[in-house]
């Protein structure tokens, strides 16, 4: 199966080099259809003619971004030397709800390019 998620230019182009292996996301409704094997096109969410073709080897599945950040090696999921000693959960909500978080858990997608 495949799926299609928005990524902001950064992320996106931290895949496109190799750096960024683990994607970040709410465990909601549409993260629950994904399945190790599947294929995710990420498409730059300020140029939406670039896409990246993955394939998912792993799912790592968690209550809390507090739990998913102790747990998985953070330059994976995005975070470079420069910001790494910064990096915290709370860093996700600017994109989901402490609420959300609570209803859904979290994901880390690890994938890799096709």
């Known amino acids: 199966m495949e799926h299609t998620m928005k990524l902001f230019p950064s ?12 994607e970040l996301r709410l465990y909601d409704e549409k993260r629950r259809r994904i399945q190790i094997g599947d294929d995710i096109c990420f498409v730059n969410s300020d140029d939406p003619s670039q896409k990246l073709r993955t394939q998912v080897v792993n799912l790592f ?11 998985l ?3 994976e999921c995005g975070y470079t030397e420069q910001n790494l000693e910064a990096a915290s959960p709370r860093d996700m909500d600017a994109y989901y709800t402490k609420e959300q978080q609570d209803t859904y858990g979290v994901v880390g997608i690890q994938i890799q390019l096709l």
């Open 11 to 22: 992320p996106f182009e931290r895949i496109r080099s190799g750096e960024k292996t683990i």
């Open 61 to 71: 599945i968690y209550d809390s971004f507090d739990a998913l950040y102790r747990a």
């Open 73 to 75: 090696p953070l330059p």
